[in-house]
């Protein structure tokens, strides 16, 4: 990976897989980030190539390679990488040898399953998941009961505060479509809340213009270069 010093500390934790530059810039604010055995808490502070920088005691060095892989994750995986109360973690099902300096980009909940992306390229993961950058993502939902069209407007209106869909589209008495550009937490499973419905089941079926096309649930597959620009390229 060619990086060019001196470089801003949070860039520089991105381009060692530690996570996107956001994160890195919280783990800088909160103390967990030393440069040659000195806690550094400042944002902007730049680093050379000599220098030596630890994350919570564990040093932190550029990967020679990048990793930009899709996973279909199943129902019960947690998308973080560590949670005392959860023993399923999704970056355990991808099959490859450097996993660990894997995260992911944006998230999933427990009880949601579908595509997502993990890479060890925190400039990139910054980029595709920031909320400004536009992508859209597409999810099919279904209900307890069947969905009244009125619900639906009333989502993509935005009258259900403070969310909105950018369309759907129904595909069933009780299952539909829809597209977000600007994901918050549990958005989806709040909106159909708000209206008196129960999500069954909730699919990440589309990341821009990538598609699972045939990759099975629980499986994963390295992106191709195509897809990893065609990405970059949507964001706005």
Do not use: W
Not at 80 to 94: F, G, M, Q
């Amino acid at each position: 990976m060619n990086i060019e010093y001196p470089i801003r500390l949070q860039s520089y934790l991105a381009k060692c897989g530690v996570g996107s530059r956001r994160f890195c810039e919280t783990l800088i604010q909160s103390g967990r980030v030393k440069v040659n055995n000195r806690v550094v808490t400042q944002q902007g502070v730049k680093v050379e190539k000599e220098d030596v920088v630890y994350v919570d005691d564990t040093l932190a060095e550029p990967e020679e390679r990048t990793y930009y892989i899709l996973l279909n994750k199943p129902r019960g995986y947690v998308c973080t990488n560590y949670d005392p109360n959860e023993t399923s973690y999704a970056r355990d099902l991808i099959n490859i040898v450097d996993r660990t300096v894997l995260f992911n980009v944006g998230r999933l909940d427990k009880d949601s399953q579908g595509l997502i992306i993990f890479t060890n390229d925190g400039d990139f993961a910054n980029r595709v998941m920031h909320p400004s950058s536009g992508i859209e993502k597409e999810y099919l939902v279904k209900t307890d009961r069947p969905i009244v069209k009125k619900d639906m407007d009333d989502m993509f209106r935005g009258l259900v505060k403070p969310y909105r869909i950018k369309s759907y589209m129904l595909k069933s008495s009780n299952e539909v479509t829809v597209v977000l550009t600007e994901g918050k937490n549990r958005e989806i499973r709040n909106m159909f809340d708000a209206k008196g419905y129960v999500v069954k089941k909730l699919m990440r079926i589309r990341i821009g213009s990538i598609v699972a096309d045939g990759l099975e649930i629980g499986k994963c597959r390295k992106l191709t270069s195509a897809e990893v620009n065609s990405l970059l390229k949507q964001v706005q």
